[in-house]
C-alpha cells in the first residue's frame, strides 16, 4: 500500500471506530460485533505501525495512553471555572428563588434544570474544529493541570466530535469525571490482593487515575464523563440548557440521563426526592443535586460572585457518615482463605439503615488507622456498598482501649494463618477449611456466579447445616424430598429451588469462570477469558505465556489461574459440574453493558407525535431501560403524550417523574 492510500483507508477506518465506540459508549446501542470493532481496530493498528508519521491525535489508538510525562503543564482557564453554593434544605430553596428574583424583574418566566450532582473531578475539554485539543482539572478555578493525555483515554470523551453544521472553531465544555462504582469496588480489590494502598471512596480512585503522570495507568482504570456546561454559552446555537444539552448530545458527548427540565422548584424538589431514592441503584456516586436556572441571558443578568453563580446551587444530600462505638472486631474468612476483619459496632443509623458492622479490610488498614477496640470510630457508608470504618476519632478516647490483636490461627479450621512477606492479606492455607468451602458455595450460587434464585447465602448456609451441600456440585444433586422436610421449606419451595438449579445448569463461560471464584478473576476478566479462549477445556490446557497475550490478564491472574486448573481437585470439581448436567456453549459473545437507562422503568400514555409506543419502547430498552404495561410503584417514568388520561393522573399521586414527549426524546438523544 502507498502512503497515499494508507493515508485514505486510516481516515476511512478512524470515522468507522468513532462511529462505532460513539453508539457502544455513548449511545449504548452498538451496531456491529464486538470482533469486527476489533478487526477494524487492529486494521488501524497496523498501518499506523506502518506509517507512524500518520498518526493523527484523534485517532482511536491514542486511548491506550501515550508516553508518561516528566510533570503536568498548566492549563489557563479563560473563563473561571466556579464553584456551587450549597442549600441544605427545602426552605433555603426558597430563598434561592427569591435572591434570584430580586435580581430579575418579578414577572420573568424561570425555567430550572435539576441535574445529579457527581461525586467525581470537574474537567474542561477543549475542541477546536471538534478536535480534543486540551484537556485539563478545575485547579483553583483559573488555573488548573494540563492532562489532556489521561482524558484521552477516558472512553466516552470524544476525541474528535461528530459533525454538525453549526460546530464552532472553538468549544469548551465542562464535566465531570468518575470511577463507576463497581470498577471502584474491583480496582480497591485487586489493590489489596497487590499491598496497595486503598481507595477511601470512587472520588479519590477518579482523583488519583487522572493525576497519573503515565497516561496508561489512567488508560487501565475505566473512568466515565458526563459534560454538564459549556464555558461560555455566547455564540452557541442554543439560548439555554434545555437546548445545549441535546446539542451537546448531538456532538456525541455523553449527557446524564437524569438531567431533568423543570418549570418550578417544586418540580425540582420531586426530583431531588428521586435522585435520593435512586441514588443507592446508580453505578455511580452522587452527592446531591444541581438546580440551574436554564436560560443563558437571564443566567447572564443573574450573575456570579468571584465564587460562585448566583443562578445555580448544589443541594446536598444528608451526609452518610456517622460516628459509632466499636465495640469488637470478628474475623471472617473468605471462599480464598483470605482473613477479612470486620468491625462489631454498636448499633447506629447512618441516612435510614441501621448499621452494626463495618469493613476494616485487613491488618495493615487497622495498623495504618492506628484503630483501637472501644474507640469512637467515624462509619462512612457510601451506596450499597459495606460501611467502612473511615478513622478513630482519638479525641473520644478513655485510655481504656485495647489493642486489636490479629488472630494466628483460623477462627474455623484453627490452621496457622500465613501472610506472606510484603503482603496486606493473611490467609487460611487450608483448602479444606469449612469457612472457605461455605464461601466458595455462596458465591458460586451467589450474583456474582450463576446467581441461582433462591440460594443466596442465608439458604446455602441451611443447605450445607443440614448436610445436603458438602461442595459446589452437591447443588446439583440436591433432592426434592430432603429439602422439602427441612424447617422453614415444604414442597412448593423446594421444588422452585430445584426449577432455579436446573435453569443454572444453561450458563455461560464468562459466567462459570467467575462462579468458580479463582483469584484474581472476576466477571471482567473472565469475560475476557471466554472471549479469548472461546470454550473451557482450552482454555484449562493454556500455559501463562499464552495467558499473558490476552490484553488486560495479568502476571498475578494468569499465575492464579495456572495453579486452579493444575489442581487436581479443581479439575474432578469440573469434571463433576459437567458430568452432572452443567452446559456451556462454545463461543460467546459480550453481552451489552448496561445502557444510560438501566434502572429506569418507563411507562407510556397518549398518543405521541413523533414515534409510535412500540417504537418508544424498543428505543427505551436499547438504552437499558425497560418498558412497563401498567402503572405501579416500580415505574420511573412516565411519558405522556397528547390527551393523557387516567395514568397521568395516578402517575402525579405517586410521585413518578413525568415527562412530555420533548423532554423524552430529549432523554434518549
Ligand atoms: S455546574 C458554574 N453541574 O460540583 C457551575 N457542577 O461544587 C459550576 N458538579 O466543581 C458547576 N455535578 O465538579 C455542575 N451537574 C453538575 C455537577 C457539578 C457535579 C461538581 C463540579 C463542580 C462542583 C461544584
Redesign the pocket.
Given at each position: 500500500m502507498t502512503k497515499q492510500q494508507a493515508k485514505g483507508r486510516l481516515t476511512e477506518l478512524r470515522t468507522q471506530l468513532q462511529k462505532h465506540a460513539h453508539r457502544y459508549y455513548v449511545l449504548d446501542d452498538p451496531i456491529i460485533s464486538d470482533a469486527e470493532y476489533d478487526r477494524l481496530f487492529r486494521e488501524l493498528l497496523e498501518l499506523e505501525e506502518h506509517f507512524p508519521e500518520l498518526i493523527t491525535p484523534d485517532s482511536p489508538s491514542q486511548r491506550v495512553g501515550g508516553e508518561p510525562l516528566a510533570a503536568f503543564t498548566e492549563a489557563i482557564h479563560a473563563v473561571p471555572?466556579?464553584?456551587?453554593d450549597n442549600i441544605f434544605a427545602a426552605d433555603e430553596l426558597e430563598d434561592f428563588e427569591e435572591r434570584i428574583r430580586r435580581r430579575l424583574s418579578s414577572s420573568e418566566q424561570l425555567t430550572w434544570t435539576a441535574?445529579?450532582?457527581?461525586d467525581g473531578?470537574?474537567v474542561e475539554l477543549i475542541y477546536e474544529h471538534g478536535l480534543l485539543v486540551e484537556g485539563s482539572t478545575?485547579g483553583n478555578g483559573l488555573v488548573g493541570e494540563n492532562i489532556t493525555a489521561n482524558l484521552r483515554t477516558v472512553r466516552n470523551i470524544p476525541l474528535r466530535l461528530l459533525a454538525t453544521a453549526d460546530l464552532p472553531a472553538r468549544l469548551a465544555v465542562r464535566g465531570?469525571v468518575f470511577l463507576p462504582r463497581r470498577d471502584f469496588a474491583e480496582l480497591n480489590r485487586q489493590r489489596a490482593e497487590q499491598d496497595e494502598p486503598l481507595f477511601a471512596n470512587p472520588r479519590n480512585a477518579a482523583a488519583g487515575s487522572l493525576r497519573q503522570l503515565d497516561p496508561k495507568v489512567t488508560a487501565a482504570r475505566p473512568l466515565s464523563f458526563f459534560v454538564?456546561?459549556v464555558a461560555d454559552p455566547a455564540g452557541l446555537p442554543c439560548s439555554g440548557l434545555a437546548e445545549l444539552f441535546p446539542w451537546l448530545q448531538q456532538l456525541g458527548l455523553p449527557v446524564n440521563p437524569l438531567i431533568r427540565f423543570c418549570r418550578s422548584l417544586s418540580e425540582a424538589e420531586e426530583h431531588y426526592r428521586h435522585l435520593q431514592q435512586l441514588r443507592h441503584e446508580l453505578d455511580y456516586e452522587i452527592d446531591g443535586m444541581?438546580i440551574k436556572v436554564g436560560n443563558f441571558a437571564l443566567q447572564e443578568r443573574i450573575g456570579s460572585t468571584t465564587r460562585a453563580?448566583r443562578w445555580?446551587a448544589?443541594w446536598k444530600f444528608p451526609a452518610l457518615e456517622a460516628e459509632a462505638v466499636m465495640s469488637g472486631v470478628e474475623y471472617q474468612v473468605g471462599r480464598t482463605g483470605a482473613i477479612t476483619p470486620v468491625a462489631v459496632l454498636e448499633p447506629v443509623n447512618i441516612g435510614g439503615a441501621v448499621v452494626r458492622r463495618a469493613a476494616l479490610h485487613n491488618q495493615e488498614e487497622i495498623r495504618r488507622k492506628e484503630l483501637k477496640i472501644g474507640d469512637t470510630v467515624l462509619v462512612r457508608r457510601a451506596g450499597d456498598v459495606i460501611p467502612e470504618v473511615v478513622k478513630p476519632l482519638i479525641e473520644h478516647r478513655s485510655g481504656n482501649e485495647l489493642a486489636i490483636v490479629f488472630p494466628t490461627d483460623c477462627p474455623t479450621c484453627a490452621s496457622a494463618l500465613h501472610r506472606p512477606e510484603g503482603e496486606a492479606v493473611t490467609r487460611c492455607r487450608n483448602l479444606h477449611c469449612p469457612a472457605q468451602r461455605l464461601q466458595r458455595i455462596i458465591w458460586f450460587a451467589g450474583k456474582s456466579g450463576l446467581d441461582i434464585e433462591g440460594l443466596g447465602p442465608k439458604n446455602v448456609e441451611k443447605l450445607v447445616e443440614a448436610g445436603l451441600i458438602q461442595d459446589i456440585p452437591d447443588i446439583f444433586s440436591l433432592q426434592k424430598e430432603s429439602i422439602a422436610i427441612l424447617d422453614g421449606w415444604g414442597e412448593k419451595s423446594a421444588e422452585k429451588l430445584l426449577q432455579a438449579v436446573e435453569k443454572a445448569k444453561q450458563t455461560t463461560l464468562t459466567k462459570l469462570l467467575a462462579a468458580l471464584g479463582i483469584r484474581h478473576v472476576g466477571e471482567t476478566t473472565a469475560e475476557l477469558l471466554a472471549n479469548h479462549f472461546g470454550d473451557l477445556a482450552t482454555l484449562m490446557r493454556t500455559t501463562t505465556e499464552k495467558l499473558l497475550t490476552v490484553d488486560g490478564i495479568g502476571g498475578q491472574t494468569a499465575a492464579a489461574l495456572v495453579e486452579y486448573f493444575a489442581n487436581n481437585g479443581n479439575r474432578e470439581l469440573i469434571a463433576r459440574l459437567i458430568e452432572l448436567g452443567l452446559s456451556i456453549p462454545a463461543a460467546e459473545k459480550k453481552p451489552a453493558s448496561t445502557g444510560p437507562l438501566h434502572g429506569m422503568i418507563f411507562l407510556f400514555t397518549g398518543t405521541l407525535s413523533n414515534l409510535s409506543r412500540t417504537e418508544a419502547e424498543e428505543r427505551v430498552q436499547q438504552l437499558g431501560g425497560e418498558a412497563a404495561s401498567g402503572i405501579s410503584k416500580k415505574v420511573t417514568h412516565l411519558v405522556a403524550g397528547e390527551k393523557a388520561g387516567s395514568k397521568l393522573k395516578k402517575a402525579a399521586e405517586i410521585g413518578i417523574v413525568i415527562l412530555d414527549e420533548q423532554q423524552f426524546l430529549r432523554l434518549i438523544g
Open positions: 471555572m466556579l464553584s456551587l441535574e445529579p450532582k457527581m473531578l470537574a478545575r465531570e454538564y456546561g444541581v453563580p445555580a448544589a
